[in-house]
């Protein structure tokens, strides 16, 4: 069944800040029985990239960034619940560590990852914005992921994520995780060039490259 006008409803009460019609939008999903998973990349999550862009254009100010913040994170509240209740008990778990780079406070999208792996079947620890590289470190050691993502939405912070790497590498650690960059300004060609596994241009894409680092097949 097309779904779009659903999905164009729910990107659009993100992009508004209507955290109770985002509510109702996402329960709707499960009520028609939509592939929530596209309700994710369609609807949702494309109304939280256009909040970003518009506030990185000038066009929002954070009033309109936390509102639509808070619009997305109520309706994967919704969601999540319905994501876990399809997942197979038996299928092992893979930890992921997240975290937003140290000096950056934006942690809109690493959030969005987190909730769709997590929908998908893995461990997501969150360490949250403003993570020092010692601290990504720390929780290799201490939560022995599979995986490793680090976000960054400013430039002047995207260094940290080659740092971390060259810490992990100081450490003995490299080996033993697989890393993940992205964030609106990272590039592919950035991953390679510090020496990172991948890279997710947004939380599907997060999902597909994690699932292939772990050999789980699509």
Request: proline share 2%.
């Amino acid at each position: 069944m097309d779904h779009r006008d659903l999905h164009e409803r729910q990107r659009r009460a993100i992009v508004d800040g209507e955290t109770e019609l985002a509510v109702e939008l996402a329960q709707e999903a499960i009520d028609v029985n939509a592939d929530l998973s596209a309700c994710v990349d369609h609807g949702f999550a494309k109304g939280i990239r256009e909040v970003g862009r518009l506030w990185e254009e000038g066009e929002f100010f954070l009033p309109e960034l936390v509102q639509g913040a808070d619009a997305m994170k109520a309706a994967m509240a919704v969601l999540r619940p319905e994501f876990l209740k399809d997942q197979d008990e038996t299928r092992e778990e893979h930890t992921v560590v997240l975290g937003t780079a140290a000096g950056d406070i934006h942690d809109i999208g690493k959030a969005l990852v987190g909730t769709v792996l997590e929908a998908n079947g893995f461990l997501v620890v969150d360490l949250g914005k403003d993570v020092a590289n010692e601290a990504f470190v720390e929780a290799v050691v201490s939560e022995t992921p599979a995986v490793l993502g680090m976000s960054a939405l400013l430039t002047t912070t995207m260094p940290r994520h080659g740092e971390v790497i060259e810490l992990l590498k100081a450490r003995g650690l490299r080996d033993q995780v697989k890393v993940i960059v992205g964030g609106a300004p990272v590039t592919r060609a950035f991953a390679d060039g510090i020496g990172a596994d991948d890279y997710g241009a947004n939380a599907m894409e997060a999902l597909s490259v994690a699932r292939k680092l772990v050999g789980i097949e699509a």
